[in-house]
């Protein structure tokens, strides 16, 4: 590393233990004066190892933002006996502060998950590697994530059913998107594509930084209309909807777990490592009945009466399921594990929205601007003493707000039919940079080399700027999650193969170009808007801005958009590649549903947390029809 690379690491190192006292005011502020975070009549009780039943009606593997909503309704029915395994613990109370969600990422409460090394994209990270949080608490990634709720796009869930998946297409799935939502936005409740009272709620970001309206009025600027893309349409601009309570963070743990805390026929157990699904072998079926589960050093294996249900999410689902024998025979004998089914599509189809990082525009504040707070997102202005203590004793603030994404665009490429309503590239207004932050936020979460660092935004280091993240909505591209081996405690092997189709890549530099043309609008001319000064060294041989300079730009500050899905297809027993029905039951095995983003066939256009909520609202009532 570069004396640069070495200066800007201790420099961020530096930041953070002076952002660190912060944190602990917050917290202790949270303590004595926050008791609606602290929530302590409703939180899960977590059930004792001592006090775990040998047999449930139910098991649920998983307790992120399928688990929790599938714990929640079969528990409904009283008759029922639900346990819930999560391999995390409780969520923290500082989770529910919106802004603090990018230091989430990186803790005990994420996997930490990361892809192998690739020559073909994430060639600004550390060993080339992209980091892919998952959320490893009660909540799952919803915990982790940037609250954002986008359901995607009509055509996504008709392509679904056409692709032989009877009863999941956008008419059959959108009462089970409105019965999880409560939604809080007045303009938008009486909408008939929306639905109060529900346990999951939505509303907007409390707090926005001044920059955004400018933002969003040069997007329409461009010709688009700002609307609510969850409705009728979804080409346009929007002021982000979130899964917000209060102001808050809303996920599904506390949507759906601390509603159901009181039930006597739920229990959940946590920082459970589930080791795998058991199986018996009989001469004419396969059937699971239960699970085999370590809480420390000791193990358990609790039975299910009726079904075990599979919520692990995109990486773990195939993960559990190879280790429990169903999955290519060809790499299950390869890792030494044996084959109870040959289930070749477990693993494959994986999916993600990738993005392209770094887009950082300087701008000049308006010489009239005389507001308190500052025009756009800077770590010494935005995250202080009184900012906190705002917060914790105001209920107001900079801290109510995620300055990546305070409003966010769904455009079309020239790749798209501008006739359909199916945009190809969603974009993420925001107010934070890779600059304004100090490198505390945005590359430290993606890894970013420090020499990189150093090289681009040192010299522009929390100047007033802006950014815009395109990502592509409908990759072509395939990766594909393995086993390292046989052991649940090695993380699997990570391929997210992104850019394999060229086609991918000259659509998401489309997004790039958009960008710049964002930065010419009279809006954002006003504010003397101008791209980052630095080129990226490998790509400087190419004329700024140019096709050939995106590309080469996108393959080194490439970003997960944090949206895997699809190593669980959906799909009838006639594709091969398809692990469970449409009813989301593992193809070939009794007893065994698997619920969660792992079962979508092709990725939805846009978020993905909302279409996982929509999925486990379905299943669970599919489950219900199934047991009468």
């Known amino acids: 590393m570069s004396v640069g690379g070495w200066l800007t690491v201790l420099r961020i190192g530096a930041t953070l233990l002076f952002e660190a006292r912060l944190i602990i005011l917050l917290q202790l502020l949270i303590v004595l004066f926050r008791p609606d975070i602290a929530d302590r009549e409703n939180r899960v009780k977590p059930v004792s190892p001592l006090n775990l039943q040998n047999e449930y009606d139910f098991v649920v593997v998983g307790a992120g933002s399928a688990g929790s909503v599938i714990a929640n309704r079969l528990s409904e029915n009283g008759n029922w006996t639900v346990l819930l395994v999560e391999a995390g613990p409780d969520e923290p109370e500082l989770s529910d502060v919106p802004a603090i ?136 601009v929007t002021i982000s909807q979130a899964t917000l309570r209060d102001g808050l963070r809303c996920s599904t743990a506390k949507a759906f777990l601390r509603s159901a805390s009181k039930r006597k026929n739920l229990d959940v157990s946590i920082l459970s490592t589930v080791e795998k699904i058991l199986i018996s072998e009989d001469d004419d079926s396969k059937t699971a009945y239960g699970v085999q589960f370590r809480v420390g050093l000791i193990s358990h294996t609790v039975t299910a009466k009726r079904e075990v249900i599979l919520s692990a999410g995109v990486i773990q689902s195939p993960q559990l399921l190879m280790l429990s024998g169903i999955g290519p025979k060809d790499h299950l004998d390869a890792v030494g ?147 390292r081996s046989s052991n649940v405690n090695e993380h699997p092997i990570i391929v997210p193969n992104y850019f394999q189709d060229p086609h991918d890549l000259n659509v998401l530099i489309e997004g790039a170009n958009f960008i710049y043309n964002l930065s010419q609008t009279s809006s954002l001319k006003s504010l003397n808007a101008k791209a980052n000064p630095n080129r990226i060294p490998e790509c400087s041989s190419f ?55 792992s079962i979508i066939p092709n990725i939805t256009s846009g978020n993905t947390n909302a279409p996982v909520i929509m999925i486990a609202e379905k299943a669970a009532d599919m489950i219900k029809e199934d047991w009468k």
């Open 101 to 236: 969600c990018p230091l989430l990422q990186l803790s005990p409460l994420d996997w930490q998950f990361k892809t192998e090394s690739s020559n073909n994209y994430c060639q600004a990270m550390d060993k080339q590697q992209c980091n892919w949080p998952r959320g490893r608490v009660l909540g799952g990634s919803s915990v982790l994530n940037a609250m954002l709720y986008i359901r995607g796009n009509k055509r996504d869930y008709d392509n679904w059913e056409k692709e032989g998946n009877p009863g999941w297409d956008y008419d059959s799935v959108l009462p089970y998107f409105k019965k999880s939502e409560d939604m809080r936005i007045e303009e938008y409740q009486n909408s008939p594509y929306h639905h109060t009272g529900g346990y999951l709620t939505v509303e907007h970001f409390r707090y926005q930084t001044p920059m955004t309206k400018y933002l969003v009025k040069a997007t329409t600027e461009l010709g688009y209309d700002v609307l609510d893309v969850n409705g009728p349409t979804q080409t346009g």
């Open 337 to 483: 594990v044996k084959t109870v089914l040959d289930s070749p599509g477990v693993g494959e189809n994986l999916q993600d929205h990738v993005a392209m990082g770094g887009m950082t525009y300087l701008i000049d504040p308006p010489a009239n601007y005389t507001g308190k707070d500052p025009f756009t997102f800077n770590l010494f202005e935005s995250v202080t003493e009184k900012v906190v203590t705002d917060f914790a004793l105001e209920h107001r603030g900079g801290l109510y707000t995620v300055p990546n994404c305070e409003a966010m665009a769904f455009i079309n490429s020239k790749y798209a039919n501008k006739t359909d309503d199916h945009p190809d590239i969603q974009l993420f207004l925001a107010s934070l940079t890779d600059a304004n932050d100090g490198g505390v936020f945005a590359s430290r979460i993606a890894g970013v080399k420090g020499d990189f660092y150093a090289e681009m935004y040192e010299n522009i280091i929390y100047k007033p700027s802006y950014s815009v993240i395109p990502l592509l909505l409908r990759p072509r591209s395939r990766g594909y999650v393995k086993l």
């Open 543 to 597: 004329e700024f801005p140019s096709d050939d300079y995106w590309k080469c730009h996108a393959r080194f500050y490439t970003m997960t958009i944090y949206h895997p899905c699809g190593t669980c297809k959906m799909g009838p027993a006639t594709d091969k590649m398809a692990v469970v029905d449409q009813r989301l039951k593992v193809h070939g095995i009794k007893g065994l549903r698997v619920v969660d983003a």
